[in-house]
């Protein structure tokens, strides 16, 4: 309910290209953060 609140009050400001930016740029931070994990894992295993 809260996270649905601040959907509305975002689409309200920015419309949904905000909430398209946002909902992108959360997995793509997981991915990001994730390969930098595994290639310090090789490379401590290498």
Do not use: C, D, M, N
């Not at 689409?11 to 290639?39: D, K, M």
């Amino acid at each position: 309910l809260r996270l649905l609140s601040v959907a509305s009050a975002v689409y309200e400001h920015g419309g949904w290209l905000w909430i398209v930016i946002v909902g992108s740029a959360f997995p793509l931070l997981a991915l990001l953060r994730f390969l930098s994990v595994s290639q310090k894992g090789s490379l401590a295993t290498a």
